[in-house]
Every structure is written in C-alpha cells, then in structure tokens.
C-alpha cells in the first residue's frame, strides 16, 4: 500500500481561483511534511514544509496538516498559469539515524487555464 | 548558474552494461541524497549520505553503488543495466541531514535501457 496518497489525480483551475491538494499518510512514523512542485523537464522544487497541526501561509500558499488524521493539504490562491505543474506530497519520519528519507505521493497535475 | 550539476542529461544504454552517473552541489550542503522517478511509481528514496557516509539506503539490489569521492560528489554506478532501470534519476541535496532539512533536486539524468 502506498504509504503515502494523494488526490486528485489532476486538477484545472481557472486563472485567479483557487487550486487544492490533498494528502494522507498510512504510516503514523510520518510527522514531517512537504510540499514539493515539478516543472515539466525539470526536477522537483520545495514550496513550502509543515511540521506542526494546523495552517501555515507563504504569500499564495496555504498549507494544512492534521497530525490526527495524517491529513494535510496545500491551496493555492490566484492561481497563474505558471502554478501549472505536478505537485507532490512528500513525508518524513523522524529516527535516530536522521536519514533524511523523503517519501513521495504520486503527484498532482495542476493546470491553469486563462 | 546552475547549483546541482548532474550528467549527464541524457542516457541510452543496452541491457547488462554499465554506467555511471555523475551528481555535483555547488550550494555547501552537507547531505546528498539519489532518488528515481519513472512513470509507473512515484519518486523513489534511493540513498542518503551525509558527510560523505552512506545513511541509507533503500535499494533492493547491489547493481547500485552510490559513489562519492568529495564532500559535494555523490555519483551512482549502476551495473547490469536491465530494461526496469530505465528512469530519471535525481540528485538532491540539503544543508544537513533529516527530517527538517529541505532538499534541493538537480534537474536529474533520463536513462533508457534499451
């Protein structure tokens, strides 16, 4: 089972509106969370971490982890046609040999539309 | 300029030979890390070095050998090529190891096994 899941599959989104993702993880030994984006022919980009339960704001971003239900989402407000990209869900577990192991979802395609 | 060089971009091998690819970080970062991405599976943890000791590593077979000959090297040789290994595969890098470190991609190496 994929450890780590995410939905939707794909996403298109008006130019200005709002894009949202979604992530859950089965493994409760994830506690870190990432945000990453892939430009096409390129290779992954941080968009922003969230470690602690509730929100966290980048400028357009909006991040949202409940530690509860392994449940963290990412929004993306005014969405430009340059947010069109996959974007993935990656988690961390904290061990004691702080291996730095990221684990990926499968990814979303967001596609922003003039 | 570019500060995670990888090389090279492309790669086209035959079944059972040998190849190596070869990962630079220009961004002083203490911890490298390989990770594979193909259509069928979501990126892949593959290692992890930090100050040029293996951490981890995730990957069933032997055929892969991450190499690092400096502190912002970290190379992986892959022997016995099989048509499974085709990929792209990602060098990443972050300040230190763990769970908190952001980890910055190169823009990855595309190998076909042909």
């Known amino acids: 089972q994929q450890k780590v899941q995410q939905s939707p599959e794909s996403l298109s989104v008006p130019e200005g509106g709002m894009a949202s993702f979604n992530c859950t993880s089965s493994?409760?030994?994830?506690?870190y969370f990432w945000w990453y984006r892939q430009h096409s022919g390129e290779g992954p980009k941080a968009l922003m971490?969230?470690?602690?339960?509730g929100d966290k704001k980048e400028g357009r971003f909006t991040a949202h982890l409940n530690k509860a239900s392994l449940h963290v989402s990412l929004h993306i407000r005014d969405s430009q046609p340059s947010d069109s990209a996959l974007y993935f869900c990656?988690?961390?577990?904290?061990?004691?040999?702080?291996?730095?192991?990221?684990?990926f979802g499968h990814g979303t395609i967001l596609r922003v539309h003039p | 300029d570019p500060k995670i060089i990888q090389k090279p971009k492309y790669l086209v091998a035959v079944t059972g030979s040998e190849k190596i690819l070869i990962c630079e970080q220009y961004?002083?970062?203490?911890?490298m890390y390989w990770y594979r991405q193909s259509a069928k599976k979501p990126l892949e943890f593959m290692f992890s070095?930090?100050?040029?000791?293996?951490?981890d590593n995730q990957t069933a077979s032997s055929r892969f050998q991450p190499q690092s000959s400096k502190k912002n090297h970290l190379d992986l040789q892959i022997t016995a090529l099989k048509p499974d290994d085709s990929a792209t595969y990602f060098c990443?890098?972050?300040?230190?190891?763990?769970?908190?470190?952001?980890?910055?991609f190169g823009p990855g190496t595309r190998l076909t096994v042909l």
């Open positions: 990443a890098s972050s300040q230190t190891g763990g769970a908190y470190a952001e980890q910055f």
């Open positions: 493994d409760r030994n994830f506690q």
């Open positions: 971490s969230i470690f602690s339960d």
């Open positions: 990656a988690a961390s577990e904290y061990t004691g040999a702080n291996t730095g192991k990221l684990t």
């Open positions: 961004l002083g970062h203490n911890a």
């Open positions: 070095y930090s100050y040029q000791k293996l951490m």
